[in-house]
């Protein structure tokens, strides 16, 4: 709120200003250079020719700047040595009652430079857009520095699994202390010959040494 209300007594103050040096300015450029030089010859203004000049472009190009709000600190600086200059060359001899519009705008202009004209000019929107240039640049940088250190980060060796639960490359071990599965009975034609002589060795075995019948 403090701060609304600074920009928008800066923005009347640089408005008021900026038209009371354009008009002193103006009226100089409609007397001509010469004539402007000649009034601060008779003042004992030095180098008068240079100082008419200086003057005239400086009442009306920096009043209209300070309208605008833009280069403030520079047009104040400027201003601020035409208003100097009048009130030593000029109007200080002649009591505070013909210096103190002189005065005042050098005042004013001494503010301006130190502060600057508030966010309600050009000066204001030029630094608010460099500022958010300035944070997208910074969040743009921020994104690709993140996504060059994951692409360079380096990625996990995946090792497959065979279909028993080994992963690929390493030999299978064979578990400890697991007993042994039992074979699964072979078939009758699996048999050879000599089995199937065994086989039959060992049923009539039974039948040579059963006892006799008592």
Do not use: Y
Not at 88 to 94: A, K, Y
Not at 95 to 119: D, H, M, N, P, T
Not at 205 to 212: I, L
């Amino acid at each position: 709120m403090k701060r609304s209300l600074f920009d928008l007594a800066a923005l009347i103050s640089r408005v008021t200003i900026g038209v009371i040096f354009i008009a002193h300015g103006w009226q100089k450029w409609q007397a001509g250079l010469g004539a402007t030089a000649q009034n601060f010859t008779q003042t004992g203004v030095p180098l008068p020719q240079l100082a008419a000049g200086f003057t005239m472009v400086a009442e009306i190009v920096g009043g209209a700047l300070l309208i605008l709000g833009l280069f403030v600190r520079l047009s104040a600086l400027a201003l601020l040595i035409v208003s100097v200059g009048a009130l030593v060359f000029v109007h200080g001899s002649q009591g505070i009652f013909e210096w103190e519009l002189v005065g005042s705008l050098a005042a004013i202009c001494l503010l301006f430079l130190a502060v600057s004209g508030g966010r309600l000019g050009l000066d204001g929107l030029l630094r608010r857009i460099h500022r958010r240039r300035a944070e997208r640049e910074l969040a743009e940088n921020g994104t690709t520095k993140r996504t060059s250190s994951a692409t360079t980060r380096p990625a996990p060796t995946s090792r497959e699994s065979t279909p028993g639960g080994t992963p690929s490359g390493e030999t299978p071990t064979r578990p400890m202390n697991v007993p042994r599965q039992p074979r699964a009975p072979r078939s009758v034609s699996d048999l050879s010959d000599q089995d199937m002589r065994d086989i039959d060795a060992i049923i009539d075995e039974p039948t040579k040494r059963r006892p006799p019948n008592r």
